[in-house]
């Protein structure tokens, strides 16, 4: 009986135990953009059955009841890739973040004006490229992906130089980057001053970046041209890897890497160490870099997200120079004498570190804060001087978002402010050779920059939204001459506010359309503020925009199709127009007015259904398409006594193509095959403000075929190889513009661009 008894006992606590197991299991947690850290609402959490157990809230939070032996859960939601998760082998919350899906990007959450929005519903112009876009071609450059935009450009003959310019703003600039706000990981690169240096960023790092094109001043602050915003790439949820790269092409291209990944519930590790050489397509103008990048992020509670950004490049580069139309005729290869003989270069290094928290103190109360320091070392010989800088600067950006529960027009409410120092600390030598000479100035620049803004967003309908936007900003140049000391001073620009107004109604998945009205401005750098005898210039002021937009965006056949189109009219006035006195010294005047007229179309179709059975798992063409009429309305110049020797009204905008286009093809087989396509064609433009030059249209294409599939279970393989410049065209895609002709001689506009060129590469990744 006793053993009866014994037996029975086991049976109904075997029984109870599987009662036990098959009770319902509570699940909860946190969805983000695994880019952007952004709560992402609206996703679909399903079992193995497709059914639908919960979605997830405005805030991304997400729970629900799981039940049964089945503990595997999936996560739609458009626009974004689907990310299967075993939540038994979770913690008890978890933080699921998700991929973007670059097959439909118009359906990708963007965070442009401070927005948690689609890319479709966002009113305005905002293009986005993932690192997939990147790595289309070689990786070495943002050179394609960025004029895979339309109504953007980015000009590169060189590593070592490099020009962006949106709807014609920053096209003039000498160097670096001008009217356009850079962000990295939502950390100002661009310098008080408003110049830019995008060298230190390792292309193979960036995980995306979105394009605010027009005047984004309202939210951003300076830059009449538009705003950057680059995002290290963060490791995939669920991985741990290692991985290790190498790239080998034409004129000594080679390069080598290793990445750690680690996409926890709790932390999100990417580090990446990278060597890269290239010794040039033309004389003197080899580049080295060294990147070393750390990008992590934490979630303590799921109130709390921490990021934490570390960078740090090297980088020594020659400039070869631009040449002249003859020259080019004779041996495109070969540099300028000047640079050539003064052994011109870029020798530095930067290093950047920033600290990041999000913080939501309720439902209805958040915050989003960083702060930062970045410094670099410039050892920097020219034909005209040889220049020693050291740079360093801090800052912080800091927004509160509020969202009272009103029945009413509900409305989301933000404020916020941005601050960024910075000092240059500057000397100049007499260049004997590539080597210092005499002292010849000892400069120290100490600029401020702070920005309020504010941005209220209201739902005017149920797809009605009115956005409105202002900011106060305020900047100052203290300038400390110890060789003259008369030249001293401080230069206190004009307080400027920039309002913002914006209305966007969706009709359908078909349409969305937007207007809007924005203003912008863009101070003179420091160097752009004095007068001949270097001193500095109390009249300059800052240069002004409006900006007039219509866009429509929209997705058709279920999705797989997608279109934008921007057209826009923007009237810059006071725009800053260079005079050449003598070598090595430029002065600068707000004698310029401009009108920027165009429209852009982006076209993209995912060309096949899905389908397990086609053994083409994608073919998506696209097209980008760029009309611009840009002309000088009233534009002079002046000469070092503010005498008028010039008037170029009526002519074209110099350096802006009239059409432009880029197309390309991305085939991805199940096997693992993939081949990409494109073709950039610009259309003949002016070289110079009388229009009296210009550099003829060129056409240029590239192919790029690869091989990646998965090793067994811990490995993964990428093989790829490519040519680039395919028709072997004769083209210089950087220009040197308004350039001045020796005398008797003539103007050396031209940078000529690499002719036919291959490259080939290899990455292995092993998942820990």
Do not use: C
């Amino acid at each position: 009986m006793n053993i009866i008894r014994y037996i029975i006992v086991l049976v109904v606590f075997a029984i109870l135990s599987v009662g036990a197991q098959a009770q319902d299991k509570a699940v909860t947690g946190n969805i983000y953009d695994s880019q952007t850290k952004q709560a992402l609402a609206g996703v679909s959490i399903k079992n193995a059955k497709d059914q639908v157990l919960a979605e997830s809230d405005r805030y991304g939070h997400f729970s629900f009841q799981q039940s049964g032996s089945d503990h595997l859960i999936r996560f739609v939601l458009v626009g974004f890739k689907t990310q299967a998760v075993d939540y038994t082998e979770k913690a008890d919350v978890i933080n699921i973040q998700l991929d973007a899906d670059e097959s439909n990007l118009n359906e990708v959450r963007v965070t442009g004006f401070a927005g948690n929005r689609t890319k479709k519903e966002t009113a305005g112009a905002i293009a986005l490229i993932t690192s997939k876009d990147i790595n289309r071609g070689s990786g070495m450059s943002f050179q394609q992906a960025l004029n895979a935009i339309p109504g953007v450009r980015m000009d590169q003959s060189t590593l070592s130089e490099a020009r962006i310019s949106i709807r014609g703003n920053g096209v003039r600039s000498s160097f670096g980057l001008r009217n356009i706000k850079v962000y990295l990981n939502d950390i100002p690169v661009t310098e008080a001053d408003g110049t830019t240096r995008i060298e230190a960023l390792d292309v193979n790092s960036i995980g995306r970046a979105e394009v605010i094109k027009g005047p984004a001043s309202s939210i951003y602050g300076a830059g009449t041209g538009g705003v950057i915003n680059f995002q290290l790439q963060r490791s995939p949820y669920g991985e741990q890897s290692f991985e290790a790269s190498a790239l080998a092409g034409s004129y000594g291209l080679h390069r080598l890497a290793a990445t750690y990944r680690s996409g926890g519930d709790q932390i999100n590790s990417y580090v990446s160490y990278g060597w890269q050489e290239y010794d040039g397509y033309r004389q003197h103008s080899n580049d080295m870099r060294r990147f070393l990048s750390g990008n992590f992020q934490l979630f303590p509670s799921n109130k709390r997200i921490i990021t934490l950004l570390l960078n740090r490049t090297t980088q020594y580069s020659q400039i070869p120079g631009s040449l002249t139309a003859s020259q080019v005729e004779a041996d495109p290869k070969q540099a300028n004498a000047s640079n050539l003989d003064k052994q011109a270069g870029r020798y530095q290094t930067w290093t950047r570190v920033g600290l990041g928290q999000q913080y939501k103190f309720n439902d209805q109360f958040s915050n989003s804060t960083s702060v930062f320091t970045y410094s670099y070392d410039l050892n920097h010989p020219l034909p005209y001087a040889y220049l020693r800088n050291f740079y360093q600067s801090y800052g912080g950006r800091t927004s509160f978002t509020y969202e009272p529960a009103f029945t009413v027009l509900p409305t989301k409410f933000i404020v916020g402010t941005e601050f960024n120092q910075g000092l240059t600390k500057g000397t100049q030598y007499v260049n004997n050779k590539g080597q210092e000479g005499a002292l010849t100035a000892n400069i120290d620049y100490r600029n401020t920059l702070y920005s309020l803004f504010y941005q209220s967003e209201t739902q005017l309908g149920s797809q009605t939204l009115l956005t409105l936007g202002l900011s106060y900003n305020s900047l100052k140049y203290d300038v400390s001459n110890y060789l003259i000391p008369a030249q001293s001073g401080i230069k206190d620009f004009k307080p400027q506010a920039t309002p913002r107004i914006a209305l966007s109604h969706n009709f359908s998945e078909a349409l969305s359309l937007h207007a809007s009205v924005s203003s912008g401005f863009s101070p003179p750098s420091s160097s752009e503020v004095k007068n001949v005898d270097g001193s500095i210039n109390p009249n300059l002021q800052a240069e002004k925009a409006v900006n007039y937009e219509i866009n429509a965006k929209g997705n058709l056949f279920h999705s797989r199709f997608s279109y934008d189109l921007a057209v826009f009219k923007m009237d810059m006035k006071g725009e800053l127009i260079a005079q050449s006195v003598q070598q090595g010294i430029t002065i600068y005047n707000n004698a310029g007015k401009t009108t920027h007229n165009g429209a852009e179309l982006a076209l993209s179709w995912q060309a096949l259904k899905p389908d397990d059975q086609n053994a083409i798992a994608s073919l998506r063409p696209f097209v980008a398409l760029t009309y611009s009429d840009f002309t000088f309305k009233d534009y002079q110049v002046l000469n070092a006594a503010n005498q008028v020797t010039a008037t170029y009204n009526g002519n074209e905008l110099t350096g802006v193509a009239p059409w432009v286009l880029s197309a390309g093809l991305d085939v991805e087989t199940r096997l693992g095959l993939y081949v990409n396509l494109n073709y950039y064609y610009n259309d003949r433009m002016p070289l110079n403000d009388s229009n009296t030059d210009y550099n003829k249209s060129y056409g240029v294409a590239g192919a790029k075929v690869g091989y990646k599939r998965k090793l067994g279970l811990s490995f993964e393989m990428n093989i790829y190889g490519g040519l680039d410049n395919i028709f072997d065209e004769s083209y210089s895609s950087i220009i040197s513009l308004n350039a001045a002709a020796a005398s008797g001689g003539q103007p050396a506009y031209f940078n000529p661009s690499p002719k036919r060129n291959g490259y080939a590469g290899l990455s292995l990744k092993y998942f820990l």
